[in-house]
């Protein structure tokens, strides 16, 4: 079955860097579009960035972009976020989740992982 | 950026009861709306795709409606294990938006 299965979540000062880690089982990782989503405590959920199955493409939220970079690695099943100069308001869980279809990016989130918790906060 | 605008944003209600909620879009989506049901601590859900599909799995007393700007969610007869918070995706254009979310509570 699909597990995706979030880490990399701590607590870390305003304007360091963080890279989070989604570790992807139970289907062909290569060929299925990935996004991150994030829930701030409290608040509703908010689309983060999407990765093509290949990595040759992504997509960005204005409230991210040019400080979050999303990445793959096929070979070892595992998507990620590398997140740099981190600001408060980006305290929240940080959800992966998979595309439905394989090779398209269209937005169907039919798997989500749990979640991992990132504090920014001196 | 496409604003979902989803009402209502709490709702109480009874075992039984039938309820809608709504999002619009300020501009059209086709049907390029997903539902998402969450509880506590757990990852979204999601109930309903492009609009109307239910979900593998999801009960058919969830239903969605709509295209282009209007859509719904209706719960024919809520169930204990229903109450839950809410939310819309628009997935037509990116970056990808999500309603404010409707936590329906019992009454």
């Known amino acids: 079955q699909v597990q995706l299965v979030e880490s990399g979540g701590g607590v870390v000062q305003p304007g360091r860097s963080l890279r989070l880690s989604c570790a992807a089982s139970g289907f062909a990782f290569s060929s299925y579009g990935m996004h991150w989503v994030r829930q701030a405590p409290g608040k509703g959920l908010e689309w983060v960035a999407a990765v093509w199955y290949d990595g040759s493409s992504k997509n960005y939220a204005d409230s991210v972009k040019g400080r979050f970079t999303s990445s793959r690695d096929n070979s070892k099943n595992t998507l990620y976020l590398e997140m740099n100069s981190l600001r408060a308001e980006d305290t929240a869980v940080y959800h992966c989740a998979r595309e439905d279809f394989r090779n398209i990016l269209r937005g169907y989130l039919g798997y989500w992982g749990q979640g991992t918790l990132v504090t920014v906060s001196s | 950026d496409i604003q979902m605008t989803q009402s209502p944003s709490s709702l109480s209600a009874s075992v039984g009861d039938r309820v809608t909620i709504t999002c619009r879009a300020s501009?059209?989506?086709?049907?390029?709306l997903g539902w998402y049901q969450q509880t506590p601590g757990k990852a979204p859900k999601r109930l309903i795709y492009s609009a109307s599909s239910l979900q593998t799995g999801v009960p058919s007393r969830f239903s969605g409606s709509g295209s282009g700007t209007e859509f719904t969610l209706t719960i024919s007869s809520l169930q204990p294990e229903d109450f839950a918070t809410y939310y819309c995706?628009?997935?037509?254009?990116?970056?990808?938006?999500f309603g404010q979310g409707t936590k329906l509570e019992i009454k």
């Open positions: 501009q059209g989506i086709r049907n390029d």
């Open positions: 995706l628009q997935h037509n254009t990116y970056p990808y938006t």
